[in-house]
């Protein structure tokens, strides 16, 4: 295999770095500056929104899920810094809904 640098498979799952929750699967964020990829996979640098705790996580050059550093957040383009709130919006009302089911 070499140096290639497949697509990850995220069937092997990915830790949140936020709430450890095992993520087995990934929204593609698409914006103007991260246009859609062939492989329908991310790659190193890309963002996601955990599904379980909302929180912006980022791949890193190992494709190991990790919280953004201040210098990542500042090279968020504003548009897809305003797509990455709306999806963290939606996500935390989807656990509200799920969380209000239970009682
Ligand atoms: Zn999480």
Redesign the pocket.
């Known amino acids: 295999m070499g140096t290639m640098h497949n697509a990850k498979q995220l069937s092997k799952g990915d830790l949140?770095p936020?709430?450890?929750?095992d993520l087995d699967g990934v929204s593609e964020i698409e914006s103007e500056s991260r246009p859609h990829r062939e492989s329908n996979q991310p790659g190193p640098g890309d963002y996601t929104i955990?599904v379980?705790?909302a929180?912006l996580c980022v791949w890193d050059e190992d494709m190991n899920l990790q919280k953004p550093t201040p210098e990542e957040l500042d090279r968020i383009d504003p548009k897809t810094r305003a797509l990455l709130c709306t999806v963290s919006e939606v996500a935390r009302q989807a656990q509200a809904r799920s969380k209000s089911h239970l009682n």
């Open positions: 949140c936020y709430c450890k929750a955990c379980h705790c929180g």
